[in-house]
Structures are given as C-alpha cells and as structure tokens.
C-alpha cells in the first residue's frame, strides 16, 4: 500500500498546483482522496479501547493539523511587520476552525480523516462486515443526496461528507485479507483491463458530461460517479502493484502525512522562486508546457520535501514523525 499512498500523495501535489492542466484533473480527481481514505481503512485494525483509540487520532492527526492550520492561516507578512493584533489573531482562529470550503480550510483533508475514523472505528467494533458495508453505503448516498439538493451553506468541519469518505474507508476494512481480491490484482491481465476500464470511463466522463468525480464533487449523476470513483481506486491499486518499489518511492509513501502537511508551503517557495526568474510565464502558456512546468515543480517538492521530512522524522518523531521507516527487503 505504500506505493498507492506514494501515487495518492503525488497526485495531491499536483492537483494543488495552480498552473495543472485541465485534462488532468479528469484523471487524478477521482482518485487521489478517495484512494487515500480506501487505503486508511484497508490498513485499519481496532486493538485498543475507544479511549486509547482517540487519544492517539488526537496525537498523530488531530494536534499536528491545528498546529500546521495556525501556521498556514496566520498573515506571516503581518506578524514578522510587528502589526499582526491579538483581535487579528483570534479572527483567522476562529476562522480556523469553522473549517469551512475556502476558509482556512488549506488542511482539511485530515480533518476530515480524523472525524471519518471514529464512525468507523465504533462499526468495527459492533457490527459485522457486511453490515458495516450495508450501514455505510446508506450513509454515504443519504451524504450525497443532502449535498445535491438539501445543503444550502456547506457546515462547518466538512460533515456533509464524513459518511461519504467512511464508506471508502469501510470498502478498504471490509477487503482485508480478502483471498479473491489479492488474486484478483496480482492477475497481470486483471491489471491491465482495470487500468484501461478507468480510461474509458474518464474518457467518457469528460467527453459526455464535462465533468468529473470527486469525494466532494457530486455532479455527475450518482451511478456513474460510484462506478469512476471506484474504477479510480482499483486501476489506483492496480497501477501500484505493477509499479517496482524502491526507496524513494517507499519513503513517500510511509510518510504522507508529513507530506501533506507540508507541500503547501514548499510549493509556494517554489512558485515564488521560478516566478521570479520567468519560468511561471513561459512555462503556463499552454497544456503541453503546463504539463512540463508541473513536472518540473513536482521534481522540486518532492525533493524539498524529502529533505524537511527526514529532519521531522530525527528531530520531531517524539510529536508526529515516524520512529522508523521500513526498508525493502
């Protein structure tokens, strides 16, 4: 799973990336967040007690996302000028978090992987798999449903769509040690047609209606979005397992969470840099220099990022980094 993870956190990356190519976003949007959440459940496993549970979601997750939201939604221009107030501070607080779309919400990813978690973690607990998969598909749809035609102002923390991210998320528990799944992706023809099975439908998506799928996109009409949202996620698994592992790419994957926490602020520093010597405006002109340009910015992050998450892993694993990195055997 840590190539998948690698391949979500690369697509993250890039779809935050202003200059991206619109064609692009047809194939990476129905993929890189839901296959984030379906990995976060295919690796979950409930040991501890509800208490214990919690209070490591509150460490791991909860505390470095605040944390990083107050970096991320304080006016540094202001503060290092000496005319940032209290009153200023308390007002991007509490914009904070509300954690509403455009708002202070650069983060809310893990928020709403944090929030999604504790329904799942209780359905875990009490009920069946093929209840839980019951249970969370009627969630989801009644999430969408809401979105579509009852959501007047989108609620605070993302809400309308923690049940749609815990059906992922459910799908990935509810396929652990699944012996006819397992076979399924090590087919290398089974890959393949999964691969080419998404292309078509992302072909379809984008020449028929225009649009595209998302965890928090729904205007495509509903069956068509769970099939390309699915599709997405099995040619996602699919990909990765066809894909040779090596450090680096390891690396990434083991440590997507620093990397989200911190690509924002990286790429930025980037932009700023290769605005300054003329590539932002020779390079954006059009789709095939977009491409390189968000190539040629990718290459960057990821290397800057490499480099700040190795110093968090030694210096700041105590709070959220890793204690240890897995190696390939």
């Not at 006016?75 to 914009?95: A, E, H, N, P, R």
């Not at 944090?114 to 875990?124: D, Q």
């Not at 992302?202 to 020449?207: L, Q, R």
């Not at 968000?294 to 030694?314: K, Q």
Request: glycine share 6%; aromatic share 18%.
């Amino acid at each position: 799973m840590d190539i998948a993870k690698f391949i979500c956190i690369s697509l993250v990356m890039i779809s935050h990336m202003e200059y991206v190519p619109s064609y692009a976003e047809y194939i990476f949007k129905p993929i890189f967040l839901t296959g984030f959440f379906f990995m976060s459940g295919y690796t979950f496993h409930v040991k501890n007690n509800f208490g214990s549970f919690l209070k490591k979601r509150i460490s791991t997750i909860l505390i470095p996302t605040i944390i990083f939201s107050v970096i991320y939604t304080t006016d540094m221009g202001t503060l290092l000028k000496g005319g940032y107030s209290i009153q200023q501070w308390l007002g991007d607080l509490s914009v904070l978090l509300r954690q509403q779309r455009g708002q202070g919400d650069v983060l809310w990813f893990t928020y709403v992987l944090f929030l999604s978690e504790i329904p799942l973690y209780v359905m875990c607990k009490f009920l069946s798999r093929k209840k839980m998969f019951l249970v969370s598909a009627v969630l989801c749809e009644a999430s969408i449903l809401y979105t579509k035609f009852f959501m007047k102002t989108i609620p605070y923390w993302y809400m309308h769509i923690i049940f749609v991210c815990m059906f992922f998320s459910v799908c990935g528990y509810c396929l652990q040690n699944c012996e006819k799944f397992t076979e399924c992706i090590k087919n290398q023809k089974n890959r393949w047609f999964l691969v080419f099975s998404y292309a078509v439908l992302v072909a379809i998506s984008a020449v028929c209606f225009h649009e595209t799928a998302n965890i928090n996109l729904y205007v495509l009409p509903d069956g068509i979005w769970y099939v390309l949202t699915f599709s997405g996620v099995a040619a996602l698994i699919s990909v990765s397992n066809m894909i040779t592992p090596n450090q680096l790419v390891l690396f990434c994957g083991q440590n997507t969470f620093i990397f989200y926490l911190l690509h924002d602020r990286i790429r930025g520093m980037i932009n700023l840099l290769f605005q300054k010597i003329g590539f932002l405006s020779f390079l954006s002109v059009n789709n095939l220099r977009r491409t390189l340009l968000c190539l040629l910015v990718y290459c960057f992050e990821i290397g800057l990022l490499c480099v700040c998450t190795l110093a968090v892993n030694r210096y700041c694993r105590c709070f959220f980094g890793k204690r240890s990195v897995k190696q390939i055997n």
